[in-house]
């Protein structure tokens, strides 16, 4: 497609299930990266892939949060055992991979946990 | 540690005014890329603008311009003649050289333009 594709748009889930948002970056961007925006700690880098190299998880706040990035182009992202502190929007971006390129975005996922 | 503040949290202007969003910077690296995203009302971010560290050049595309000045390690943005369609949530960004494209995030400030 034209754009990063973010799937589901919104999901709901019960404290303690598994989630898997998946992300469909802009054809040919190498480099890809996952955020979250939550109200009280704005926009926060999770993890990023460029090319064939080792992600870079710094910014993944716990081990009950993964993602993989499959053939270089479809991204999941995966909270185990969901807490209510995981409710936020959670957004992907893809760019070109050069140095300081700028990333472009999806529309989010926001994950409600209840 | 590299920091971006936006200590204008909410702004509210009447249409046809003029407005500056500030944005400052904080980082010991001598190169690194500053931008602007804009998030309107249905969420996704949209990219505005890029700058790198090297070029001070002022920029303006249409009501749009963009004042990067590294004395003062600010990146401000100013919108000409607002309209109600620039209502959204405007972010800076930085972004250093040696940290692949991960983007630092301002907490943004949130500009309302009433008609």
């Known amino acids: 497609g034209a754009g990063v594709s973010q799937s589901p748009s919104n ?8 989630v898997e948002l998946r992300c469909d970056p802009i054809s040919g961007h190498t480099a ?5 925006q939550s109200l009280g700690q704005g926009l926060e880098f999770l993890i990023y892939f460029q090319g064939n190299s080792a992600p870079d998880k ?11 990035r499959t053939g270089g182009s479809v991204s999941t992202l995966t909270i185990q055992r969901t807490q209510q502190e995981d409710s936020a929007v959670y957004l992907c971006a893809s760019s070109g991979g050069g140095r300081g390129t700028e990333a472009f975005f999806g529309q989010g996922t926001r994950l409600t946990v209840v | 540690a590299q920091k971006v503040t936006q200590a ?10 003029d407005v500056t969003l500030d944005c400052v910077y904080e980082t ?8 602007w995203y804009k998030q309107p009302p249905s969420g996704e971010l949209v990219f505005l603008i890029r700058r790198n560290s090297f070029d001070e050049q002022n920029e303006i595309s249409g009501r749009y311009s963009w004042n990067f000045q590294k004395s003062t390690s600010s990146f401000n943005f ?4 607002s309209q109600v369609v620039d ?5 800076c960004a930085l972004i250093l050289y040696n940290q692949g494209g991960k983007l630092i995030f301002g907490q943004g400030t949130e500009l309302s333009v009433k008609p």
């Open chain 1, 11 to 18: 999901k709901v889930t019960e404290k303690g299930k598994d």
């Open chain 1, 32 to 36: 890809l990266y996952w955020y979250r």
């Open chain 1, 58 to 68: 710094s910014g993944l706040p716990s081990d009950r949060f993964s993602a993989e």
């Open chain 2, 8 to 17: 204008q949290t909410e702004i509210s202007v009447v249409e046809k005014e």
């Open chain 2, 28 to 35: 010991r690296d001598t190169t690194y890329y500053l931008f």
């Open chain 2, 78 to 81: 100013t919108i000409t003649a």
């Open chain 2, 87 to 91: 209502s959204a949530v405007y972010f």
